[in-house]
């Protein structure tokens, strides 16, 4: 069975860091492209970060450029998302999921982590 | 960067009836060198990630129900429940995958009338 599964999520105080993990299981990983998505309480998707197969390449949303760093180690078939001056703006359920092309749709999510920035 | 905007933002609709839920990407999502509209659209239940139902503006995912379906081009699209069932209460989101950021909709919560 495909699947990921995410991990490392918490309560942390604004200005600190957080380091989410995704295991992939059930399929070659570095075959894929991987993203982070996240979502406030009762509110909807927003795209955070990807990463190509190989590692190479990334790309962030503006809201979070230059404070979290995706990377992946395929060799362990796990993503990561290294958030570091976190704010309260940042608190949301956090989904890995899962992309076979540069422009595709994300078939395969993980569960979601949930991370609260509160003092 | 493309804005996706879905209406309604919230329809009720009774138990075996059709529900239409449309999305308007603020540029076209079409690219004309392989006629693919890269518009995908996400069902999430309460407490549960989202599931991919429809990729490439219309074509059904494995194991999706055929009442689900998908239609548009460039730049309007819509997202067919063609006989509502119980199990379809969600929020649906549509999603362009054009280009970075690849950005959803603001979401459509459907209820049972």
């Known amino acids: 069975e495909m699947q990921l599964v995410e991990s490392g999520g918490g309560l942390d105080q604004p200005g600190g860091s957080l380091r989410l993990s995704c295991a992939a299981s059930g399929f070659t990983f570095s075959n894929y492209w991987m993203h982070w998505v996240r979502q406030a309480p009762g509110k909807g998707l927003v795209w955070v970060s990807r990463?190509?197969?190989?590692?190479?390449?990334?790309a962030y949303a503006d809201s979070v450029k230059g404070r979290f760093t995706i990377s992946r180690d395929n060799a362990k078939d796990t993503l990561y998302l290294q958030m570091n001056s976190l704010r309260a703006e940042d608190t949301a359920v956090y989904y890995c999921a899962r992309t076979f092309l540069s422009r595709d749709a994300f078939d395969i999510w993980g569960q979601g982590t949930m991370v609260t920035v509160s003092s | 960067d493309i804005v996706m905007t879905q209406s309604p933002d919230s329809l009720a609709v009774s138990l075996g009836e059709r529900a239409t839920i449309n999305c308007k990407s603020s540029q076209s999502v079409l690219d004309s060198s392989n006629n693919k509209n890269y518009l995908g659209w996400y069902q999430q239940k309460p407490g549960q990630p989202p599931k991919l139902l429809i990729y490439?503006?219309?074509t059904r995912e494995s194991g999706v129900p055929d009442r689900f379906s998908g239609s548009g081009s460039g730049t309007d699209f819509t997202l067919t429940i063609s006989s509502l069932q119980a199990e379809d209460v969600a929020v649906y989101y549509c999603q362009q995958y054009y280009s970075t950021p690849p950005d959803f909709g603001q979401g459509t919560r459907l209820e049972i009338k």
């Open positions: 990463i190509t197969g190989d590692g190479s390449n990334t």
């Open positions: 490439w503006a219309s």
